[in-house]
């Protein structure tokens, strides 16, 4: 099982409509999916049609007590299932750093799902913690949103010398221009001149879209209510590029 991690310092950029529709289109592709909701808003889930917390219990699940298995739920699509967000969440980062060995909690909790799914999402909380160091070292690939702006650039910056700092060896990160607004200078010159931190980044980009904002609406993928949207065919380029 591979494990793919979108996440980002800021929130606001795209984090969580990139692990939706991502998700979705791995489980198009053939792959047994798992999206793991690990922010405690469970904007994830609920695009997905969850309403109910699960009420997880962060300090059960982290000492081992309590299987996370049996929180899973189908989604209405083929190959997809989902462990919903839970507002329980929000104790992940002291019950990490509480346990024996904070740096593999992570890893020891997602080792089961292997047995049935190819590839693992999580969508992440933003922020730096015991959480996002976990996250970091399980994920086989961390993708970064990256509005084309200075601010969200130096929220990278920073996310990479977390990496380096903690000495996560095996973890790649990969930036991805997200909300990108063509109309606009800025975004516009970053993206066909990009600075060095994004220069080994997908060649897909995700534009800013009202297809994107429908989601709520729709409460389901890009790709099941608008199939040939710019929108949905940016995420299909996406994840066939980082596949």
């Not at 950029?13 to 047994?32: F, I, M, P």
């Not at 990479?160 to 109309?183: C, N, W, Y």
Request: aromatic share 8%; proline share 7%; net charge positive.
């Amino acid at each position: 099982m591979k494990t793919i991690a979108l996440y980002s310092l800021k929130g606001g950029v795209g984090k969580t409509a990139a692990a939706v529709n991502l998700a979705y289109e791995a489980a198009q592709s053939g792959k047994h999916v798992l999206l793991w909701d690990l922010d405690p808003q469970g904007a994830a889930s609920w695009y997905y049609g969850i309403d109910e917390s699960p009420e997880i219990s962060a300090k059960q699940v982290v000492s081992g007590k309590e299987p996370l298995g049996r929180y899973i739920k189908p989604t209405a699509y083929e190959r997809l299932a989902i462990l919903p967000g839970d507002r329980g969440y929000r104790d992940w980062d002291a019950q990490i750093h509480a346990a024996k060995q904070p740096r593999k909690v992570l890893e020891s909790l997602i080792d089961p799902f292997s047995e049935s799914y190819s590839l693992l999402v999580l969508d992440c909380p933003p922020g730096i913690g015991a959480l996002a160091t976990s996250v970091l070292r399980a994920a086989d690939r961390v993708l970064v949103p990256v509005v084309p702006t200075p601010l969200s650039l130096r929220a990278l910056d920073e996310v990479l010398e977390h990496v380096e700092d903690k000495k996560v060896g095996k973890t790649r990160v990969i930036p991805f221009f997200s909300m990108a607004d063509r109309r606009r200078k800025m975004h516009r010159e970053m993206i066909e001149s990009p600075p060095a931190t994004m220069k080994k980044a997908p060649k897909t980009f995700i534009d800013y879209s009202t297809h994107v904002e429908q989601m709520g609406a729709h409460r389901a993928p890009i790709s099941v209510y608008a199939p040939r949207s710019r929108a949905a065919e940016q995420y299909r380029a996406l994840y066939e590029e980082i596949s």
